[in-house]
């Protein structure tokens, strides 16, 4: 289905440009964004991927899941370093 698959390129393009706030803030030991709204996105990019995985948009579903898990490293980043800064 193509559908799966542009929407997957346009998840892609969207991971990629996330990627280099995640570097960032690994080298900076900073948590970008507030923890509100990498949450937010995590919790919503989980049900999209759920849900496109029921659709078996597979594709869709699996590069969303790689943006989930790039938005949880923010949160993860905010949280901890917030702590230990």
């Known amino acids: 289905m193509i ?5 997957a390129a346009a998840n892609l ?7 280099p706030q995640v570097i960032w803030g690994f ?3 900073d948590g970008g ?10 919790f919503g990019l989980l049900i999209m991927a ?6 078996e948009a597979y594709w869709t579903a699996g590069v969303c899941s790689i943006t ?3 938005w949880s490293c923010i949160l993860w ?3 901890y370093y917030k702590k230990v800064g």
């Not at 393009?13 to 990627?19: C, D, G, H, K, N």
């Not at 964004?33 to 995590?42: D, E, H, K, R, S």
């Not at 759920?50 to 659709?55: K, N, V």
């Open 3 to 7: 559908q799966d698959h542009l929407m």
């Open 13 to 19: 393009i969207m991971s990629y440009a996330l990627l």
């Open 27 to 29: 080298r900076h030991r």
């Open 33 to 42: 964004g507030p923890v509100l709204t990498a949450g937010l996105t995590t």
């Open 50 to 55: 759920t849900c496109m995985f029921s659709l």
């Open 68 to 70: 989930m898990m790039l």
């Open 77 to 79: 980043q905010r949280l």
